[in-house]
Structure formats: C-alpha cells, structure tokens
C-alpha cells in the first residue's frame, strides 16, 4: 500500500488542522494505520492509531483531548484532526500502516509509511 499525507500547515497557537492520509493499492479497510510525528535529531514519537473498522483508537498522552483520528475506508482515507494546537505540536507528521491487523503504537512494527507533512504552530 502506498501513503500520501497531506495538510499541513502554519497555524496559530489555539487553531486547527486536519492532516489527511490517502491510501492507493490494496484494500484499505485490511490496514490499522497510525500517525507519528518527529522532529530533528528526536525519535519517531507515537500520536494516535485506529483500529481496522474505526471503533478502537488510542492517542499518546500529549494530544488525548486534542486530537481526533478516524477513518474513512470507502474512501482509503485515514485522518487526523488537530485542536488546540500548540507550539510543541510543530513537527513533521507521518501516517503509517501494518498488516498485522492489531492497532500498534510503536513505530518499529509499520511497514508502510508515507512521505511526511510539516505542520507548525506560532505562538
């Protein structure tokens, strides 16, 4: 499967973004996917994943209340979307998907991964 993530952007501190994740290959809906962001010279740090159908989702402690991933597999699209932004979200984010169909949370067990879109928030 192939990942093209899209939609970030510069944004003031308090505002919103929705990063999206379009998927192109095989079936959509046989992929848990996850977001990660990184920034320079930082591991890969874990932000939120879904589960196969959308119903189970889990969100690293930082953005839990802020940030809402969900799915849309009709149209292979997995989404991100940012509230509250703040100036320590500011870094490359990435969508990624597994085969193994459980949701994971630990970048190393991806297999797919997209190409990154660079959000930051001023303050």
């Known amino acids: 499967v192939q990942l093209q993530a899209s939609g970030g952007g510069l944004v003031q501190a308090g505002g919103s973004l929705r990063l999206s994740c379009a998927a192109s290959?095989?079936?959509?809906?046989?992929?848990?996917t996850g977001w990660f962001r990184q920034a320079p010279g930082k591991e890969r740090e874990f932000v939120a994943a879904?589960?196969?159908?959308?119903?189970?989702?889990y969100y690293a402690d930082s953005v839990k209340g802020r940030f809402t991933i969900s799915r849309d597999n009709a149209k292979n699209t997995v989404y991100l979307q940012m509230n509250s932004l703040k100036p320590e979200d500011t870094t490359v984010y990435y969508c990624?998907?597994?085969?193994?169909?459980?949701?994971?949370?630990?970048?190393?067990?991806?297999?797919?991964w997209g190409q990154g879109t660079e959000v930051t928030v001023s303050s």
């Open positions: 290959g095989r079936t959509f809906s046989s992929y848990t």
């Open positions: 879904i589960s196969l159908s959308g119903s189970n989702t």
């Open positions: 990624a998907a597994s085969d193994l169909g459980v949701v994971i949370i630990t970048a190393r067990h991806y297999k797919y």
